[in-house]
């Protein structure tokens, strides 16, 4: 074999070798994108209370609620809520990341994207939500009060049936 004919097979082999490296990439980036579709993130709060699924956009899919929650105040009941989609929110994106960096190796490409969104879209990195807000319990109100001496055994007048 001729010099001329070991450079073109030698060319041959370079391009072959790129293309299945090419198509590896793709293989990889294509996995990479179907497990961003599919991150949730959940969360609950620690009394059980409240679970939250989210997903990778930041969306809530899911919110569940125990049967505690009826005797947790509104404002109360709120700041757990609020809490707890804030950590599934950021559980979400933490998957995400994980997702990247799997995907492309320990890079500085995330970190630059991440800026970038923050600068140009004012998007915020999920950020821990800190302690969970104690749950109180509702306040018993005038209509709790009305049912107080109720009994299915006294008449309208007050008086008890003999």
Do not use: C, W
Not at 111 to 122: A, I, K, M, N, T
Request: no cysteine; proline share 6%; charged share 30%.
């Amino acid at each position: 074999m001729n010099e001329a004919a070991k450079q073109l097979l030698g060319r041959i082999e370079a391009i072959d070798t790129a293309a299945s490296g090419n198509q590896r990439r793709a293989e990889a980036y294509q996995h990479m994108v179907d497990e961003l579709k599919d991150a949730e993130g959940r969360a609950s709060s620690p009394d059980g209370l409240v679970s939250v699924v989210a997903g990778p956009n930041g969306s809530v899919s899911a919110i569940t609620f125990s049967d505690k929650v009826r005797e947790t105040a509104p404002d109360a009941l709120s700041a757990i809520v609020m809490h707890t989609l804030a950590e599934a929110r950021a559980s979400a994106a933490r998957l995400q990341a994980e997702v990247v960096r799997r995907g492309l190796g320990d890079t500085e490409l995330l970190d630059r994207v991440l800026d970038s969104d923050e600068q140009l879209f004012g998007d915020q990195r999920p950020r821990d939500p800190g302690p969970a807000p104690k749950p109180a319990r509702r306040p018993r109100g005038e209509d709790d009060k009305l049912f107080e001496d109720f009994s299915v055994y006294n008449r309208f007048d007050g008086e008890k049936n003999r």
